[in-house]
């Protein structure tokens, strides 16, 4: 099998990464969640007080401060997956509250932001073997992968799983605040000016509302064979 560039694309909560980490797992690839790097500059500015409580994000402070963001993946041996550092420290709990859902995207419009971490994820998959999710994988990070695919679901299905994980971290949570925060995000990302989610032309779509992890995992492990294992 030739080694190639795989970009998961599509809506949040949608399972991408559940998907893209087996993959990657049981065909020896590297995993890079593209979402966990805006989710650590975002979680980077709450912690330097560079979000105000009503939400203001000072633009030109986390301009200056980008400098002082680090952002490194290590694969944790326990769970045989990827964790994310932010600055040496892992923060793989910390950017999934929902305190930094409510910030993301529109941390992600920056166009400051988005450049730095474009820059460090094409430097990330330079050599192939990898397989990156995301929204703009298949657009504008690696618009030449060789394979490309574009998740969606439902919003209830997406709320729904998104409110399970959650609880089962014991985190309190509200599945109609999900609810509203999976279509904000969906708004907020399908409608920024630079890079916003859309499917690529040349990507295959998925709905997984109505299948199961082993079922999509098999999907994708069969549309991988099929494109890496073409002359
Ligand atoms: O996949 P996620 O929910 O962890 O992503 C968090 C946010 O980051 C989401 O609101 C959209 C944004 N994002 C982005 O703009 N571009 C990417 N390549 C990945 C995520």
Known sequence: MKLITIAIDGHSSCGKSTMAKDLAKEIGYIYIDTGAM???????????????????????????????????????????RPDTYLNGVCVEREIRTMEVSKHVSPIATLGFVREAMVDLQRLMGEAKGVIMDGRDIGTVVFPDAELKVFVTAS?????????????????????DEIRANVIERDRIDS?????????????????????????????????????????
Do not use: H
């Not at 709450?46 to 986390?62: H, P, R, Y």
């Not at 963001?69 to 045989?80: D, S």
């Not at 919003?155 to 309190?172: F, I, M, N």
């Not at 509302?209 to 099929?226: D, G, H, V």
């Open 38 to 80: 805006y989710r650590a500059v975002t979680l980077f500015a709450l912690q330097n007080g560079l979000i105000t409580d009503e939400g203001i994000i000072n633009e030109e402070g986390l301009r200056q401060r980008m400098s002082d963001i680090m952002i490194t993946f290590q694969l944790n041996e326990e769970t045989g």
């Open 155 to 175: 919003a209830d299905v997406r709320a729904k799983r998104r409110y399970d994980e959650l609880t089962a971290k014991g985190e309190k949570c509200d599945y």
């Open 191 to 231: 409608t920024r000016a630079i890079s916003p989610l859309r499917q690529a032309d040349d990507a295959i779509v998925l709905d997984n509302s109505n299948m199961t992890i082993p079922e999509q995992k098999a999907w994708l492990l069969e549309q991988y064979r099929r494109v890496a294992g073409r002359e």
